[in-house]
Structures are given as C-alpha cells and as structure tokens.
C-alpha cells in the first residue's frame, strides 16, 4: 500500500508536494535533537555508570557500548513515533487535502465525517505516549549481552510499525464513522497487512530524510490500506465482503451483515378452508 501511495504523486502532485513542508520543518526540529542527543550520550554514558570504573575496560567499554546503542536507538524509534504524531498535527490542512484527494480518486466520493483539529491532537497525544512505551521495550531488549542489538531493532521496528500503522489509517477509519475500539478491530483483522505496511513506513523513516519524503505517500497509502479493510470499491461498483456482502462507495458500513436468526419470519396466512356447495335436491318451497 505504501507503493500504492506514492502513485498519488502522479495524480495529485500538488497537493502530495504540499505534503512535504511540515513534514520538512518538523524533520528539521527532531533531526537536530538527535544529533545533539548523539553528541551527548557518552558523556551521559559514563554517568550513569560510574560503577564500572573499576572494571577492566573491556568489559566496562562492552557494557557502556552496549547502553549506549539501545539508548541512541530507542531515542530513534522515539523520534520516529514523535515525527508522525507532531507532523500530523502542524501538517492537519495539508494531509486532509491529501487524505480527500486520494479518496476521490481511489472510490469517487469523500466521506462527509471531518477528521478534525482536536482530534488529530489527541490521536497524536496518545501516539507518543505508547511510543515512549516501545521505546522502553526496545531499550531493555538492547541490553540483552551479545544478541540485544538485533533483537532490540526488531522489537523496537515491529512495535513502532504497529503504532504508525494504527496512527495513519485512523483518518480514513474515523471518516467513516468508527471508534477507537472499532479501528483497533479492524486493524487486527488485518494484522499482517497492517503490520507489513506500518514495517515498511518504518523502515523508510530510517532512512536520511525518508520520512520527510514518505510521509505523504504515508498518508494515501493508508487511506488506500482502509478501502481494502473495508473492501470498499469505486463509485458504481461493488466488491464482496468476506460475509459475503457487498459494498459500494456510498455504502461503506463495517457493520456485519445480519444472522439468519435475525431476519424476521414472513407472517403465516390462515389456511383456506373451502365450503361444501348446498345439496342439489332441496325440498320444495311450501308456497308452491
């Protein structure tokens, strides 16, 4: 999907290009606090652990080394999840533009429902939040002796590609009437496709200024990751559901589809009963 997305630069260039300049300003703002953060950390290294002066230097230096790489990279995936939820917030009119010009060219209409100022703030409040969260649980699994590297990069990628998953597609989900409980059930539905598209995204933001670069692509490739959840298809047609309903562009309710036991029975008709004709002899009339 996140390929997908980077084909709405062919369609709406103008506003993809638009998309670019928050995501610019605040790359900006958190580059720049990463590398203060790196020129600092061996200092901060030393200081937390002065209980290692008296060790030989090898294994003071492999324990230093070793805090000092899971803090640099969970300071990254930090950054990573701040980055989204700040540009998401500053870039709102950028991205809505983005978000209503995909829609129209992926299914033909806009969902009526406004995403919204506020609440892209308090979705971006939470992002952080359980950010932080992935950012311990990556921290702690970096100190792990010998394999805590690896395993802690992959920790920290699979937790942050679930987070900028849930982040991203929530626009298109909430356009459409849904919660928070109801987009979670979604994703989860979903899991290796939301999964596989929020690893891929994180994947891009490691890269130097890939996350200015992808984070429009971001942006439609997740509105086009909820119109194949919700198997929606364009105007005037239809794609089945996997109960078995179909759904339009006007027609997009997640609902299920009714049970068997729900449809109300058709009304029961009184049996007609059919009346005998009067004998044919009849006696005759006594006035004849």
């Known amino acids: 999907m996140l390929v997908r997305g980077l084909g709405q630069w062919r369609r ?15 790359g900006l703002v958190f580059g720049g606090a990463l590398v203060a953060w ?15 002066d008296d060790w030989s230097p090898a294994w003071a230096g492999l324990l230093r080394t070793a805090i000092g790489v899971a803090s640099f990279g969970a300071a990254v995936l930090l950054v990573i ?10 870039g709102e009119p950028f991205y809505d533009r983005i ?33 932080i969260l992935a950012a311990v649980a990556a921290w702690a699994v970096g100190l792990i002796p010998l394999v805590g590297g690896p395993l802690g ?23 459409r009437g849904l919660d928070r409980r109801a987009r979670r059930a979604i994703i989860s539905a979903n899991r290796a496709r939301a ?3 929020g690893v891929a995204t994180q994947l891009c933001f490691l890269v130097p200024l890939g996350a200015v670069a992808v984070m429009p692509a971001a942006v439609a490739g997740s509105t086009l990751w909820a119109h194949a959840a919700l198997r929606l298809a364009p105007a005037g047609t239809s794609a089945s ?12 309710d997640p609902t299920p589809a009714p049970r068997l036991s729900d449809t109300p029975a058709p009304p ?16 005759a009339d006594s006035a004849r």
Request: aromatic share 8%; hydrophobic share 45%; glycine share 10%.
């Open 12 to 26: 709406t260039p103008g506003a993809m290009a638009l998309g670019l300049i928050p995501g610019a300003v605040v």
């Open 38 to 52: 790196g020129f600092a950390l061996p200092d901060l290294v030393d200081a937390w652990t002065p209980f290692a």
């Open 81 to 90: 999840v701040s980055f989204t939820a700040v540009t998401l917030v500053i």
């Open 99 to 131: 978000w209503r010009a995909t829609e129209r060219s992926a299914i033909g209409t806009v969902p009526d429902t406004d995403y919204g100022f506020w609440r892209a703030v308090g979705d971006s409040v939470r992002l952080i939040l359980r950010g």
């Open 153 to 175: 990069f992959v920790t920290g990628v699979t937790l942050t590609g679930w987070l900028l998953a849930d982040e991203l597609t929530s626009r298109a989900l909430s356009a």
């Open 195 to 197: 999964l596989g598209f």
């Open 241 to 252: 559901r996997a109960d078995g309903r179909t759904l339009t562009a006007g027609d997009d």
């Open 268 to 283: 029961r008709t009184a049996p007609v009963v059919e009346r005998s004709a009067p004998p044919a002899n009849r006696p």
